[in-house]
């Protein structure tokens, strides 16, 4: 299977955890290959941090089954390469953020999306599957249980993609601005 993560290349975003994660998976005889579309942010720590996170991948010998494409991509780009995953993985660590636009894009992929059990991905809470931790062995027990239960076809596979769908017809972009539009007009 295909585990794909996107957004900024940031510490608190995890991807360090999730290359140790798919590590775990490998060792466990359950490997993933890993897609990891996290571009680089104008800031040192980013661009250390991608540094950081290629010898990562090197030290456990996932170069097989790791791409990291740290640029930055166009919508198009993104969500061709996220819909192309079996699952998108935003395995964020402890952040003061009350809201993440990137996980928006793994729902828009129409792909089934994982997230670490923070605050910041409440709002979509129905529509993602959430891990019961942030390190890395919680974040591959979730990614093996997640992929197992789509696999499956489980109800609680179902349940979150009927509400990811739900939540993609509600914050549409057409749908939005009907609504953005009765609101002026009424104003």
Known sequence: P???SYG???PHKGIEELVEAVAILRDQGSPVRLLLINA??????????????KCLINEFG????AEFNCQFLSDDESLKLLSAADLVVYPYQQTGESASGAVRYGLASK???AVTPLSIFDD???????FRGTAPAS?????????????????????IQESSNRWREEFDYAA??????????AL
């Open 62 to 65: 996932l170069e097989d089954l």
């Open 8 to 10: 900024f290349c940031l």
């Open 176 to 185: 939005v601005g009907r609504r953005l539009y009765g609101i002026c007009s």
């Open 40 to 53: 680089e942010y104008p800031v040192p720590v980013s661009a250390a941090l991608i540094k950081k996170i």
């Open 124 to 130: 979509i809470s129905t529509a993602a599957f959430r």
């Open 111 to 113: 792909r089934p999306v």
């Open 139 to 159: 974040i591959a027990s979730g990614i093996s249980e997640v992929l197992k239960s789509l696999s499956l076809n489980s109800q609680e596979a179902r349940d």
């Open 2 to 4: 295909l585990v794909a």
